[in-house]
């Protein structure tokens, strides 16, 4: 498992975090998030290269992204419309006036020395991102602005031993990348906490893949995000000195990014000592952020509008149309599985997030009425099936119909759970109704008392030194002889009734 | 051959009286001739000339007729062109071979036009003598010992020598309307967003538009008819509808009116200029046109604005010149020294400093007072035209205040700057304007008359109608073409 795809660690396997207790100091935890996350567009943002991530270095580049003298950017209006469809998701505004503005500053990987972005005049302005913590309550974090810009080049450095800049001989830059779209949400400072981050991150995930708005790859570096973070005394309504966190590279990294910096602020502040107003980086090796540049060093990015672009333009026709292309929502889902079906909210993610499941499950759920025992199905056997044989719980055998009339059959304790599990493995790969099996090759439970009597009986019989041992104050080995009724009874045995059966001859006074 | 116009070289080539091939040996034989003294041209392209002039020829054997059939046009070299050179006559761009054409290029070429060569101008565009090159000096044909004017100065003197039948320029304040004047030719700025700016170096992205430059408002309606139009490579090319204006000449002037900038009045200008443009304004009258007194009260603030919103145009636009990717690079100790010491090393003045008068409009704290505040006075001045125009046709005043300086005159930037006094205000406006010739004076203790420009100006998207009432007065006063320049002669006997 990659170390993102969702898959944050939760607080109990965060050991390399250093040791301090959060929560037993004074201090409330205040953090905004920005995220650039690079749009899943055919092309790029102002040319028309391909927009793929792996391809040779320098291969997806022309004069436009290169930067080349006399070159001229065009707007891709896939992009535009992508970022849009994200902001109305979360309830953002879409002006009816957006703009393009250059953020002037000098690096080797930026072709023009400048890079397109927004800066007074963003595609959408506000919006709210609702998320769910472990324990069923609802958090959210306002939006202040989604707007977008154009990534830049990455360079590698050469020569040095760690691959760093610090003792590089020379470095190369690979283009592919500079002017792919990418955009950039930022948060209202109202995060309070390592968790409420990492969930508030999971549901923009989860909203921009389901959107198709972005792949939401961190590892790609598709998704990249910096944290701003700072401490207050409990009670006290201004805001402390923040500093300001990047490079994570997983929500994992971010989680324990956060808590060593909260670490490192709590300390500072016990101590009496003031934090800096600074950009640190985050270590994955070290465990811990290091300084990267302070305010007094910040760049002047003389931003002014780009004379090249045209501002963009949108009519409430074309927002209203885009907000009527976003369909129903992974936190409309999330909403349903928690609140009305009484899913656990981990239950409910994983049906979210996994791939067409949400879809399957309220198609199952839907007719056997039984929504746990669904889910306990769906993400036990069929998810482990689909992880085994790499297909898609939707294209196997097992139709929601099927696994619905299978939630039947073992609610009404027509069989028992050795062979649903059965039926499960083999309508995967045969299909069918479980119903018809069920009564064509007579696997129903045997749970009529005189016909289990007469195989506990036969058990009993052939099994003389067990009994004996029971009796003798053994009684561990019950588990043996139900068992061994199972086995007699081809499977089928009601086990629950069998023990019982058992445990009634057994214990009778002779 | 060298002295027909772009309408005559391509009938005579589509006719099959005389072939693209033989034009252009003709065009080559004519720059060897003169450019030694005037030095237009930073290169010529002659193996692409060959084989364009051949491929022109096959096609009219194929039947084809094609509007600029081997005429020999010149191109600033601030405009890419596939395979060659293009240096802005900068030396950071020392090496650089343009992968790709400009749109505004290309457009001719597949026309029929044959580029001869790349031709001088100030660095980036930045002046207004073509004395801010890098890579050469250009004399004015009409006297050596003085400037061709700027930006634009080598197509400019190209076009009045006779060493191309028509040139590509860029205007962003004047460059191509100024050197008109001084040089005796017609030269025209369209509408801000009518002619693709790709491939065009910027300079002033807001400002920089490509023109044609020609020995006749014929020529000049003709190549803006190919160039204008929607670029899918340029976002700010407008989606209209071009008119073409080459259909639009007419003889007379009747029913025209003709605005006067009550801000310009001639009272300023030597008197001999003065009697020019009188004479020009009374050429107008006499061919029919009315007079109506014209205000433009910002006007008088059109250098500031422009001093501020280009060189902070050109701070942004000439950042990617680091020394890493192409052209010049001087190796410092990291890669901030090689930034340094590539730019300083291959930047001239005039371009160092506007951007640092743009660096510095730009800044945090600066921003509102210089940058924000132009761009408002911009607006100021591009309404103040929209309401001249509800009473003319047409605004007519001097391209510029004098007949061409002698090298060195202008060493003050500002005076300099100040040469651009009635070109710059259309340009912060956007509208078309373009400089015809309109007389000639002779300033004392010289034998070698200089001509003068007459600058028309209209209404955004106005073209056809400017190139018209241009074309008429043209027609009128027959002043483009009626004298030889006196200096050729002298020239050719220079080699
Ligand atoms: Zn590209």
């Known amino acids: 498992m990659s170390p993102m795809d969702g898959a944050y660690t939760r607080a109990s396997t965060m050991d390399a975090a250093p040791r301090v207790t959060v929560a037993a100091t004074a201090y409330e935890v205040v953090m905004g998030i920005e995220c650039h996350v690079e749009l899943k567009t055919q092309t790029k943002m102002f040319c028309g290269c391909l927009n793929a991530f792996g391809a040779e270095p320098n291969t997806n580049v022309c004069p436009i992204c290169l930067g080349l003298p006399g070159a001229l950017p065009v707007p891709n209006r896939a992009a535009i419309e992508l970022l849009v469809k994200a902001g109305l998701a979360f309830g953002a505004e879409v002006p009816a006036f957006s703009k393009f503005d250059r953020k002037n500053y000098f690096y080797p990987d930026m072709p023009k020395d400048y890079q397109i972005s927004q800066y007074d005049m963003p595609l959408t302005v506000g919006g709210i991102v609702h998320f769910w913590r472990d324990d069923g309550s609802r958090g959210s974090c306002r939006l202040t602005r989604i707007h977008l810009e154009e990534d830049t080049g990455k360079s590698s450095h050469a020569g040095s031993r760690d691959g760093r800049i610090a003792g590089s001989t020379y470095s190369l830059v690979d283009f592919n990348r500079a002017g792919v779209p990418l955009m950039e949400c930022v948060s209202e400072p109202d995060i309070r906490s390592r968790e409420d981050a990492v969930a508030y991150l999971e549901a923009l995930k989860r909203t921009f893949v389901a959107l198709g708005v972005s792949d939401v790859k961190m590892e790609e570096g598709s998704l990249r995000c910096d944290v701003n973070l700072s401490l207050r005394p409990y009670g006290q309504t201004e805001y402390g000195t923040k500093t300001e966190i990047k490079n994570m590279n997983s929500f994992n990294s971010v989680a324990r990014a956060i808590e060593s910096e909260i670490a490192r602020q709590t300390s500072i502040l016990e101590s009496g000592g003031r934090v800096v107003q600074e950009t640190r980086g985050w270590d994955e090796a070290a465990g811990a952020t290091h300084p990267m540049r302070s305010k007094e060093q910040a760049h002047d990015y003389r931003y002014f509008p780009d004379p090249d672009l045209t501002p963009v333009e949108f009519a409430p026709s074309d927002v209203a149309r885009l907000r009527q292309a976003l369909g129903a929502l992974p936190d409309a889902h999330l909403e349903r599985l928690i609140v009305m079906d009484k899913l656990r909210v981990e239950q409910a993610r994983q049906i979210v997030d996994g791939p067409g499941l949400f879809e399957y499950y309220a198609a199952a759920a839907g007719i056997s009425g039984k929504p746990q025992a669904t889910v306990n199905f769906l993400l036990g056997d069929l998810s482990r099936l689909a992880n085994e044989t790499d297909t898609p719980v939707f294209s196997s055998g097992v139709t929601p119909e099927a696994l619905a009339e299978l939630v039947g059959l073992s609610d009404a304790q027509t069989i028992n759970s050795k062979t649903a599990k059965d039926l499960i493995a083999r309508i995967w790969v045969e299909g069918g109704s479980p119903g018809a099996i069920v009564a064509a090759e007579g696997l129903g439970q045997l749970s009529d008392a005189g016909a289990i009597d007469a195989v506990v009986s036969e058990v009993l019989a052939g099994n003389a030194k067990t009994v004996d041992d029971y009796r003798a104050g053994k009684t561990k080995v019950m588990g043996f002889l139900v068992g061994q009724v199972m086995k007699a009874s081809g499977g089928k045995a009601n086990p629950t009734l069998a023990e019982a059966r058992l445990r009634e001859r057994l214990d009778a006074p002779r | ?495």
């Open chain 2, 1 to 495: 051959m060298a002295d027909r116009s772009a309408a005559e070289v391509a009938r005579a080539v589509n006719a099959r009286e005389t072939s693209a091939v033989e034009t252009l040996e003709a065009a080559y034989a004519r720059i060897a001739e003169r450019d030694g003294a005037i030095g237009a041209y930073l290169a010529l392209t002659q193996d692409l000339a060959r084989a364009r002039a051949e491929r022109v020829d096959a096609a009219v054997r194929e039947g084809k007729r094609l509007p600029l059939a081997g005429v020999p046009l010149a191109v600033k070299d601030n405009m890419c062109l596939e395979g060659t050179p293009t240096t802005c006559a900068s030396k950071i761009l020392d090496g650089w071979i343009a992968p790709y054409t400009a749109t505004a290029v290309q457009r001719l070429i597949d026309a029929g036009a044959v580029p001869l060569g790349k031709t001088n101008l100030d660095e980036f565009a930045m002046g207004s003598s073509c004395e801010n090159s890098a890579l050469g000096k250009t004399a004015n044909p009409w006297d050596r010992s003085r400037v061709p004017g700027g930006s634009s100065g080598g197509s400019v003197a190209a076009v009045a020598a006779g060493e191309a039948t028509l040139a590509l320029g860029s205007d962003t304040g004047g460059s191509i309307r100024e050197p008109a004047a001084f040089c005796g030719v017609v030269g025209f700025k369209p509408t801000y967003g009518r002619v693709s700016r790709y491939g065009l170096i910027a300079f002033a992205s807001s400002l920089d538009q490509i023109g044609p430059i020609a020995q006749t408002v014929e020529d000049a309606a003709l190549a803006y008819d190919l160039m204008a139009g929607k670029d899918p490579l340029d976002a700010t090319t407008v989606d209209r509808e071009v008119e073409p204006a080459a259909a639009g000449l007419r003889d007379d002037l009747r029913g025209v009116r003709v605005g006067i900038v009550k801000e310009f009045g001639l009272d300023k200008l030597e008197p001999d200029v003065r009697a020019c443009y009188e004479q020009a304004y009374d050429d107008l009258r006499k061919l029919g046109a009315e007079f109506v007194e014209v205000g433009l009260p910002t006007a008088d603030y059109g250098v500031a604005t422009y001093y501020l919103i280009a060189p902070a145009e050109c701070s942004s636009n000439l950042a990617r010149f680091d020394g890493m990717r192409y052209g010049l690079r001087v190796e410092g100790p990291d890669v901030g020294a090689t930034y340094e010491a590539t730019r300083a090393a291959g930047f001239g003045d005039e371009v160092k400093r506007r951007i640092l008068i743009g660096t510095y409009a730009l800044s945090s704290g600066y921003y509102d007072a210089y940058y924000v505040r132009a761009q408002k006075a911009r607006t100021l001045i591009a309404a103040d035209f929209a309401k001249a125009f509800e009473a003319c046709d047409v605004i007519a005043c001097p391209a510029a205040a004098s007949p061409a300086f002698a090298f060195n005159a202008k060493a003050d930037p500002v005076s300099m700057y100040l040469m651009d006094y009635y070109t710059i205000p259309m340009s912060l406006a956007g509208l078309p304007s373009l400089s015809v010739p309109c007389g000639y004076v002779t300033p004392a203790g010289s034998d070698k008359p200089l001509p003068l420009g007459l600058e028309l100006s209209a209404p955004l998207f106005a073209e056809r109608a400017l190139l018209g009432i241009a074309h008429a007065y043209e027609r009128g006063t027959g002043h483009a073409r009626a004298k030889q320049i006196p200096t050729l002669a002298d020239a050719v006997s220079a080699r």
